[in-house]
């Protein structure tokens, strides 16, 4: 059962008036209760009976798998700013704090369901398409706004791209994840949560208008290119989940399994707008799915891979597919027509292909590729598919960004010691031209450009965190936008427009 906003609320509110009202005599009373009888009396108001979620994030071991145990000990302590969590430091001793701690972070004791049923109950019109202004309700060009999505207090920036400065700031789900996906006009923007949660946002009318919850734990959604579906990936439960991107309606449940009845989480889903399909990898089974939507109904073609599939990548003409192999060793490239592996990319450690880019070099398309496992950038060209350079970074990065217009091309060093530098690589030389230390001791990363290619925006990644803007010719630090962990940056021209030098 999930509370809707106002209930859960106003349980919470009791709960806490109860508690402050009954004091010491509930901390004594809660000494004596187990520990999942004190998440019932507790939390579930909020994160669920079942620890699904409601209005707050779901406690599974999975969802919560990108916050520390410490930092989930704390947040239980002392509350998380700017949300309805409250602290809790007065009405649990410690003990209790770290078994409630313990508890969220153990799996389940019986099977979660999300289905069709959960799913449709789920979801919240607030302003059915078609009721709201179609004029915009600020003045700026449309085609050149960034949303930025802040992971730090869970909110979300609209960025003027002229002026550089904000426009709105509104909350977002829990632990949004993956690139938002625009409209085709550029009016509207899908955010994915980690949590199952699409949010269907007005960008002229600055306002929610619908939401609705895909899944446990999702991987990521995409939107068709004519813009009338948005499909869900999920890890938890093995579905994928097809939407009519008006007012989120379900449309389709898809169980991602084989005919033997194995199921499979789902590594990413991409829309592949020549082909007026989506394409899924599995990342449990050795399979990629091309799926189209006929009649509202989605119909699966299923290819089997010589490899288990993690991220992955398109040619600009959506004929291949580049995936990384889940050994993390090496690439394959895959004929999306026939279904065959083409050709195998030697890398040096578990490329982050999702975040590839592709440029013209000497009149061929090469792509670029950072790695996770490697302090290193493969370069590889796409008619020949042999990797032309391997450049030798600081560290192993997460992120890489260009645009067509510049010479550029930006890749962060996200994990060890030098996480807080940026190469940048000349696209003609294939060399790294210069290499940026913007704040020392904190992590500096992904890039994304204006629609000219004139500025770039660079995440410093913290909570007392910032938007650093620089000139894309110069090189030359602009202004500085404080930012609470400001992560991925999405511009709607480069979005809508699949722009070379971004992500899709
Ligand atoms: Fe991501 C995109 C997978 C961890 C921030 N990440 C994606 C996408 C995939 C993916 C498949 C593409 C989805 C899309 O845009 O539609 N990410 C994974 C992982 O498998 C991994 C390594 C482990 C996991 O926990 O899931 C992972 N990712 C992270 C992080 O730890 C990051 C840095 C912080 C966070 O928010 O969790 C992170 N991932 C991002 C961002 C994007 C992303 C900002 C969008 C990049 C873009 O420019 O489009």
């Keep these: 059962m999930t509370l809707n906003r106002t209930q859960a609320s106003l349980t919470k509110a009791m709960l806490l008036i109860g508690a402050l009202i009954g004091g010491q005599a509930q901390a004594d009373q809660a000494e004596n209760i187990s520990t999942e009888t004190l998440y019932l009396q507790q939390c579930a108001a909020c994160h669920g009976p079942d620890r699904l979620g409601g209005m707050g994030p779901a406690l599974l071991p999975d969802n919560l798998g990108r916050l520390k145990q410490s930092e989930a000990e704390q947040v239980i302590r002392e509350g998380r700013p700017a949300t309805q969590m409250g602290g809790y430091q007065t009405l649990l001793n410690n003990e209790q704090i770290a078994a409630l701690t313990d508890f969220i972070y153990q799996p389940p004791s019986h099977e979660l369901k999300w289905g069709e049923a959960e799913i449709r109950s789920s979801q919240e019109v607030s302003h059915p398409q078609g009721s709201l202004p179609d004029k915009p309700v600020f003045e700026a060009d449309l085609m050149n706004l960034f949303l930025v999505v802040e992971i730090g207090d869970h909110h979300v920036t609209l960025l003027d791209g002229d002026k550089l400065e904000p426009i709105h700031r509104f909350p977002s789900r829990f632990a949004l994840h993956g690139g938002p996906k625009y409209s085709p006009d550029g009016r509207y923007v899908y955010f994915g949560s980690r949590d199952g949660w699409i949010t269907k946002y007005d960008i002229y009318n600055l306002k929610v208008v619908a939401e609705v919850r895909a899944g446990i734990n999702m991987r990521n959604i995409a939107v068709s290119a004519d813009g009338n579906y948005v499909l869900a990936a999920n890890y938890l439960p093995h579905s994928m989940v097809l939407f009519d991107a008006r007012n989120l309606d379900m449309l389709d449940f898809i169980p991602v399994q084989n005919d033997a009845g194995d199921s499979s989480r789902v590594s990413a889903v991409y829309t592949a707008p020549p082909r007026g399909s989506f394409i899924a990898a599995l990342k449990d089974m050795p399979e990629a799915w091309e799926i189209a939507v006929e009649n509202g ?91 032309i350079k391997t450049l030798k970074t600081e560290g192993p990065g997460f992120f890489m960004r260009s645009h067509e217009n510049s010479r550029y091309a930006w890749a962060d060093v996200f994990f060890g010691p030098n996480a807080d530098k940026v190469h940048i690589i000349d696209k003609q030389t294939l060399e790294i031209v210069r290499t940026l230390q913007p704040e020392p001791g904190k992590v500096a990363a992904h890039v994304e450009f204006d629609r000219y290619g004139e500025k ?42 699949y722009e070379e030098g971004t992500s899709h």
């Design 297 to 387: 109904e989605a119909k699966v073609r299923r290819m089997t891979t010589d490899t288990l599939l993690d991220d992955f990548f398109f040619d600009p003409g959506y004929r291949h597919l580049i995936g990384a192999a889940r050994d993390g060793k090496h690439g394959v490239v895959i004929d999306l027509d026939t279904g065959q592996t083409t050709a195998e990319l030697p890398l040096p450690g578990m490329p982050h292909l999702g975040s590839g880019i592709t440029w013209e070099y000497e009149g061929r398309r090469v792509m670029a590729t950072p790695h996770f496992r490697a302090g290193a950038i493969s370069i590889i060209d796409m008619d020949t598919w042999q990797v």
């Design 456 to 497: 770039l925006l660079l995440s410093i990644w913290d909570n007392d965190g910032a938007i650093i803007v620089y000139d894309a010719d110069t090189l030359e630090e602009e202004k500085r936008l404080p930012m609470k962990k400001p992560s991925g940056k999405y511009n709607v021209w480069n979005k809508i427009n």
